[in-house]
């Protein structure tokens, strides 16, 4: 399995930004997929996560309104649309894959300890 994220750069607060997460190798109907980020000393945290077989979100509080989650099916791509980014949105990205479909309040459960996969990080720079 390999995920391949890309996307990022620096970018000025209030600016955009889209991430882009290449999926090869992985076949399921029941999985989540999502987003993480992790800034210097601080744990990694879920931004955004989707379950494959229902198509639910999740989005940190954080990040509500600004990220959105999105995907193509066809190509096997899952895209992150970073809006009104603000300096401490800064961090590296990461997309990952659990083989697990949990929930939490009827949303997909989006928590680095569930991941099984993992792409390589993408560095988002937010600052004037």
């Known amino acids: 399995v390999q995920l391949q994220a890309s996307g990022g750069g620096l970018v000025q607060p209030g600016g955009s930004l889209r991430l882009r997460c290449e999926v090869s190798?992985?076949?399921?109907?029941?999985?989540?997929i999502g987003w993480f980020r992790q800034a210097p000393g601080k744990e990694r945290e879920g931004v955004s996560c989707m379950s494959n077989s229902d198509g639910k979100t999740y989005y940190h509080d954080s990040v509500k309104g600004r990220f959105t989650i999105s995907r193509d099916d066809f190509k096997d791509v899952l895209y992150l649309q970073l809006n009104n980014l603000r300096p401490d949105d800064a961090a590296v990205y990461y997309c990952?894959?659990?083989?697990?479909?949990?929930?939490?309040?009827?949303?997909?459960?989006?928590?680095?300890?569930?991941?099984?996969?993992w792409g390589e990080g993408t560095q988002v720079t937010v600052s004037s």
């Open positions: 190798g992985f076949s399921s109907h029941r999985y989540t």
């Open positions: 990952g894959i659990s083989v697990f479909e949990w929930t939490l309040g009827g949303a997909p459960r989006c928590t680095h300890m569930d991941i099984s996969y």
